[in-house]
Every structure is written in structure tokens, then in C-alpha cells.
């Protein structure tokens, strides 16, 4: 999914991305965790399993958005680097960067209309090799995209988008990069919204709360990209994002199906056990997906995505 040439990125959008919290809580993985989930076979998605250490951070918080620097760590991202849309379609770091504000601009508004939720945006991190947290300790390029409620930060080493189609066999492209990206702000809604402790119970399985936690990301997830051509940039006055295609569709769908648990648990293990499932079968994930985009597009309604009140997650 392409986005306008004219839209703009602000490339300082963020506040305070990971730094000096202190403690240790609980990083939620989304589209990733998966180098660090096999390791473990997929275990629950909680800091340890993921191969966040103990270690409290320290130090300044990060003040603007991050891209990747050599040998590991963290830069800022400069305004002449990712300052519109054209640069969205080119680079990979920047669309990461305009694909949360677009889901700023649609959740923010989605929001507003309710008294009762305070909202507020998430802080965004890229990092190549290791980064500190601002509350859920350290991370390395091995634990995959994820989501730390204790500073309300999203964490992304770009490069795992080539893992995914190299080592999980989706098919890539833009909108696939998106849907991580929608996937793991979906883990703040919840955040904010209050769902997201449902799933730090530390129970597994094909019914657990964590896998109700992740299909419930994927929905809002949905939801983002069935609003996302018509969601407008204040700046310039223009949806964030072209139409979708099916084939971009089809990248987004298949990126959720990739990530599934008993693909991956089939690909790797050789077979499928459902009670160590943390993330929901492919199926499943391109499921509720789906429910959250056709339910964006018609009428956005979150509570299509209550995962933790279905019957079934079988949809």
C-alpha cells in the first residue's frame, strides 16, 4: 500500500522512545518476537521468553525517532531523510514512520469519542542490533518488533521484514511491513483501552488469553488499514495512503498467516501443538484481521475485536 508522494512525515514525532524507567515488565511481541519465540518454541509472550534481559535501563530517553546505526544501538532519523510520502514508499525506516502516524491520526480520532478512555499516543524506537527500554529491560534484533507497556513504546529492528519473508516465507511488500507496524500500535490500543493485562496471565494455549491478546492486535490491525486511504494527513490535506490492490491485500493477509503458530510450529518442529500456541493458528490471524478491516470499512466498531468475550476465535 503505497502512500501519497505529498503527505507529510514529521521525523521528531516522538517522545522519549525507550529511556530510563527503570524495572522490568512485560514486553508484549506481535508480527515479532518470532527469532527469540523459536528459540523457545514459542514461548508465551512475556520479556524473559523473548530474550529481554533483566537489566534495568538507564540512561537519557530517546527523543526523537531512531534508525538503525553501525554496530548496534540506535541514531536519530532526520527530517531530510523521511520528511513525505515519497520517501514512505522508498524506505522502509520512514514507512515504519508514516504508518504510525497514520495510525496516530486514525486512532486519535477513533478515539476521541470516548469520554471515558484517555488517550495517547505510543513512542516509537527503531534499533539495529540491541536497544534499552524504558521499563521491560533490554532487547536485541532477535526478539522482532514488539511492544513495551511500560514506557508505551513500540521497538522495530527493520531488518526483521526481510526475516519475515526469508525465513517465514510470506510474500513481503509494503503492506505487509504496515501490517506489523498496525499490529503492534494494536497492542497499545489495548494498552490504553485496558485489555492488554488480560494477557499476562502466563497461560498458553490455543484458547489462553495471550492468543485472544494477539488475534485482538490483528484486528485492530484490520481496522487501521480498512480506514487507512481515507484517514487525511492535516498537513496536506490528503489521505495517507493510495487505494489498496488485492495483491497488497493479499501481502498483508499472507504476512499474518506466515506468523501463524502452527505454521511456524510445523515448519520447525515438525508438528503442530495447540497448548503451547501464544500468537493463534494462520488461519485465526488472517481471520480477525479481516474482521477488523471489514468492519473499518463499513463502520469502525471496536468491539468487533473484543477477542476476550468470543465464543471462539475460530471466525
Known amino acids: 500500500m503505497s502512500f501519497n508522494e ?48 533483566a537489566d534495568s535501563t538507564s540512561g537519557s530517553p530517546y527523543g526523537q525517532y531512531q534508525q538503525q546505526a553501525p554496530g548496534g544501538g540506535t541514531q536519530p532519523v532526520s527530517a531530510e531523510e523521511c520528511s513525505t510520502g515519497a520517501d514512505a514508499n522508498r524506505s522502509t ?9 497514520s495510525a496516530d491520526a486514525f486512532w486519535g480520532d477513533y478515539m476521541g469519542q470516548f469520554d471515558t478512555i484517555d488517550w495517547r499516543q505510543p513512542d516509537l524506537t527503531l534499533f539495529t542490533g540491541n536497544v534499552n527500554t524504558g521499563g521491560c529491560g533490554s532487547a536485541t ?21 526481510a526475516t519475515l519473508s526469508s525465513d517465514f516465507g510470506a510474500t ?4 505487509a511491513e504496515q501490517y506489523i507496524v498496525a499490529h503492534e500500535y494494536g497492542h497499545h490500543v489495548q494498552n490504553v483501552v485496558g485489555w492488554l493485562r488480560y494477557a499476562q496471565d502466563g497461560r498458553t494455549g490455543a484458547d489462553s488469553n495471550i492468543v485472544r491478546s494477539e488475534l ?64 493463534g493458528s494462520s488461519e485465526q490471524r488472517q481471520a480477525w484481521f479481516m474482521r477488523g478491516y471489514e468492519t473499518a470499512r463499513q463502520s469502525p466498531d471496536i468491539n468487533q475485536c473484543n477477542t476476550f468475550q468470543a465464543a471462539t476465535l475460530d471466525i
Open 6 to 53: 505529498n503527505v507529510q512525515i514529521n521525523a521528531g514525532r516522538a517522545r522519549g522512545g525507550g529511556g530510563g524507567l527503570g524495572g522490568r515488565g512485560a514486553a508484549i511481541g506481535g508480527g515479532g518476537g518470532l527469532l527469540a519465540l523459536l528459540l523457545a518454541i514459542f514461548a508465551p509472550g512475556l520479556a524473559e521468553d523473548l530474550g529481554i534481559g
Open 93 to 101: 525506516d520512514c514507512r515504519v514512520i508514516a504508518t504510525t502516524e
Open 141 to 161: 534484533s532477535a526478539t522482532g518488533p514488539f511492544y513495551c507497556p511500560a514506557d508505551e513504546s513500540m521497538y522495530f529492528d527493520t531488518d526483521f521484514f
Open 172 to 175: 513481503g511488500g509494503p503492506l
Open 216 to 279: 485482538q492486535a490483528d484486528c485492530l490491525a484490520g481496522m487501521w488499514a480498512g480506514q487507512a486511504t481515507q484517514t487525511v494527513d492535516p498537513e496536506s490535506g490528503e489521505p495517507y495512503l493510495k487505494p489498496i490492490t488485492r495483491d497488497q491485500l493479499a501481502q498483508a493477509i499472507d504476512a499474518a498467516g506466515a506468523v501463524g503458530d502452527d505454521r511456524i510450529q510445523e515448519q520447525y518442529q515438525g508438528r503442530v501443538n495447540p497448548e503451547a500456541f501464544t500468537h
